[in-house]
């Protein structure tokens, strides 16, 4: 496909379970960015990626939270020992190199923790 | 502060009216700016990219402000359509930040 795709599109964990969610970008993208969207707010910036290296991990909430993305391609965000709070839409964004290009996002993983 | 602002709503509005949305964003160095547009239970989506001249896609024009650093978003004719939340976005360096997004339902 030529978009952008995020798995599992749902997930439903249990409070203390780990999770790994995986975002596969649009082929050539060189950047990667991964955000948090609770129930009617905007998306929150988690972290973002050039190729393999992660600029800025600046938005994840705690260490718990770790994202890799070893080959400059697919990406995975991984939580440990989930929470209630971590309820979210975790969406995924892949952007090409320039000024005024757009950043083309998932359709997110729905993650409920029970 | 936080880096990008906008009025969260809702904006409650006539099929047929005009609309604008202010988005102020706090680092002078920003570089790109955005609107995005987002439904219910879907991904946001690239509505226009913000230039400095100003910028028109039919019934929607945004603009930049730089020296106040705010962009502003109009939209006239309202559509039933159009119902949907607006996300400003903004690019420092590589980094993409949105502001929580502004509420729209036009009313029929």
């Known amino acids: 496909g030529a978009g952008v795709s995020q798995s599992p599109r749902y997930k439903v964990a249990k409070r203390g379970q780990d999770v790994a969610l995986r975002c596969d970008p649009i082929?050539?993208?060189?950047?990667l960015f991964w955000y948090q969207q609770a129930l009617g707010q905007g998306p929150e910036f988690l972290t973002y990626?050039?190729?393999?290296?992660?600029?800025?991990k600046s938005g994840l909430p705690s260490d718990r939270f770790f994202a890799e993305r070893p080959e400059g391609s697919v990406s995975t965000l991984k939580i440990q020992r989930t929470q209630q709070e971590d309820s979210a839409v975790y969406l995924c964004?892949?952007?090409?190199?320039?000024?005024?290009?757009?950043?083309?996002f998932g359709q997110g993983t729905r993650l409920t923790v029970v | 502060r936080k880096e990008v602002e906008q009025d969260p709503g809702p904006f409650n509005v006539p099929e047929g009216a005009t609309v604008a949305f202010n988005c102020t964003y706090s680092?002078?160095?920003?570089?790109?700016f955005f609107w995005y547009r987002q439904d219910c239970r879907k991904e946001p989506k690239l509505l226009m990219s913000?230039?400095?001249s100003g910028n028109e896609d039919g019934r929607f024009t945004a603009q930049l402000n730089r020296a106040s650093q705010y962009i502003s978003l109009l939209i006239r004719d309202s559509k039933l359509s159009d119902s949907a939340t607006y996300l400003c976005?903004?690019?420092?360096?590589?980094?993409?930040?949105f502001g929580k997004g502004t509420r729209l339902h036009i009313l029929p």
């Open positions: 680092n002078s160095a920003s570089q790109s």
């Open positions: 082929s050539g993208h060189v950047s």
């Open positions: 990626f050039q190729n393999e290296a992660q600029l800025d």
């Open positions: 913000v230039y400095s």
């Open positions: 976005v903004v690019l420092f360096g590589d980094k993409i930040i």
């Open positions: 964004a892949s952007r090409s190199q320039g000024q005024n290009t757009e950043a083309f």
